[in-house]
T-cell receptor, first 113, second 114 residues
Framework: DTGVSQNPRHKITKRGQNVTFRCDPISEHNRLYWYRQTLGQGPEFLTY????????KSRLLSDRFSAERPKGSFSTLEIQRTEQGDSAMYLC???????????FGPGTRLTVT | AQSVTQLGSHVSVSEGALVLLRCNYS??????LFWYVQYPNQGLQLLLKYTSAATLVKGINGFEAEFKKSETSFHLTKPSAHMSDAAEYFC????????????FGTGTRLTVIP
């Protein structure tokens, strides 16, 4: 059983640059979630997909953030014109059905300098 | 709306002592409740879940939690702490089968003293 994988694990970028993260969910899971976790806090919901459809976006997801899940498989999260406040751990999770437990990947730690 | 409060951002116990991590929730509908553990620089691992079946839930690594509706609590316990239990623990709540996402508490860092 392959778990949720995320790439890259670490990303350091300069303010104003664009970054893209990738998440590969557990293969049979049709729901995929993105969360953001800052130091000393629990994860906060950003958005989720059911198959290829993005069904909900948090107000935390500003216009600089965009997520896609083409063909309902892997997902990408892009941040344009990064700001220092974007520095955080970005976590991806997947689940089989609505309301079921979510399985998390190892996260991508973003540092904006 | 859902929310979670974890009392105590840091808990220290001696090896072999009882572990008790507190979680209180708020939910307008019957909740699903979860405990996750996070080791440094890693993602979250599910310890256990409550989904409206038995109120005493057993999880991995000897952990268990009891759902108490009257107290809106879902505290995590383990009879005897091991050094390997040192980590950050998060309680989370969702709206059950209507859930689109999880709401997490701010976490409790558990330190185990040899």
């Amino acid at each position: 059983d392959t778990g949720v994988s995320q790439n890259p694990r670490h990303k350091i970028t300069k303010r104003g640059q664009n970054v893209t993260f990738r998440c590969d969910p557990i293969s049979e899971h049709n729901r995929l979630y993105w969360y953001r976790q800052t130091l000393g806090q629990g994860p906060e919901f950003l958005t989720y997909f059911q198959n290829e459809a993005q069904l909900e976006k948090s107000r935390l997801l500003s216009d600089r953030f965009s997520a896609e899940r083409p063909k309902g498989s892997f997902s990408t999260l892009e941040i344009q014109r990064t700001e220092q406040g974007d520095s955080a751990m970005y976590l991806c999770a997947s689940s089989l059905i609505k309301g079921a437990e979510q399985y998390f990947g190892p996260g991508t730690r973003l540092t904006v300098t | 709306a859902q929310s979670v409060t974890q009392l105590g951002s840091h808990v220290s116990v001696s090896e072999g002592a009882l572990v008790l991590l507190r979680c209180n929730y708020s939910s307008s509908v019957p909740p699903y409740l979860f405990w996750y553990v996070q080791y440094p620089n890693q993602g979250l691992q599910l310890l256990l879940k409550y989904t409206s079946a038995a109120t005493l839930v057993k999880g991995i690594n000897g952990f268990e939690a009891e759902f108490k509706k009257s107290e809106t609590s879902f505290h995590l316990t383990k009879p005897s702490a091991h050094m390997s239990d040192a980590a950050e623990y998060f309680c989370a709540v969702s709206e059950g089968t209507g859930a689109n996402n999880l709401f997490f508490g701010t976490g409790t860092r558990l330190t185990v003293i040899p």
